[in-house]
C-alpha cells in the first residue's frame, strides 16, 4: 500500500491543522492505522491510532484531549484533527499503516509508511 500525507503547514501556537493520509493499492479498511511523529533530533513518536473499522483509537499522552484521529473506508484515507497546538508539537507527522489488529506504538510493528508532512507550531 502506498501512503501520502497532505495538509501540514505553519500555524500559530492554539491553532488548528487537519492531516491526511491517502491510501493507494492493497486493502485499506483492513489496517490498523497508525500517526506518527518525529521533531529534529529526536526519535520517531507514536500520535495516534485507530483500529480497522474506526471502532477504536489510541492517543499519546500529549495527544490525548487535542487531536481527534478518524478514517474512512470508502475513500481510502485517514484524517487527524489538531487542535489547540503547541510549539512542541512541531514535527514531521508520519501516517502508517499495520496488518494486525492489536494496538501498538512500536514503528516496527509497521510495514507502510508516508513520506511525512511538516507542521511548524510558532509561539
Known amino acids: 500500500v502506498d501512503l501520502v500525507e497532505t495538509g501540514g503547514g505553519s500555524v500559530q501556537a492554539g491553532g488548528s491543522l487537519r492531516l491526511s493520509c491517502a491510501a493507494a493499492?492493497?486493502?485499506?479498511?483492513?489496517?490498523?492505522m497508525g500517526w506518527f511523529r518525529q521533531a529534529p533530533g529526536k526519535e520517531r513518536e507514536f500520535v495516534a491510532s485507530?483500529?480497522?473499522?474506526?471502532?477504536?483509537?489510541y492517543y499519546s499522552n500529549s495527544a490525548e484531549g487535542r487531536f481527534t484521529v478518524a478514517r474512512d473506508n470508502a475513500k481510502n484515507i485517514m484524517y487527524l484533527q489538531m487542535n489547540n497546538l503547541r510549539p512542541e508539537d512541531t514535527a514531521v507527522y508520519y501516517c502508517?499503516?499495520?496488518?494486525?489488529?492489536?494496538?501498538?506504538?512500536?514503528?516496527?510493528?509497521?510495514?507502510?509508511w508516508g513520506q511525512g508532512t511538516q507542521v511548524t507550531v510558532s509561539s
Open positions: 485507530i483500529t480497522d473499522n474506526g471502532g477504536s483509537k
Open positions: 502508517a499503516a499495520r496488518q494486525y489488529y492489536s494496538y501498538s506504538t512500536n514503528t516496527g510493528d509497521y510495514f507502510a
Open positions: 493499492g492493497g486493502t485499506f479498511k483492513r489496517y490498523f
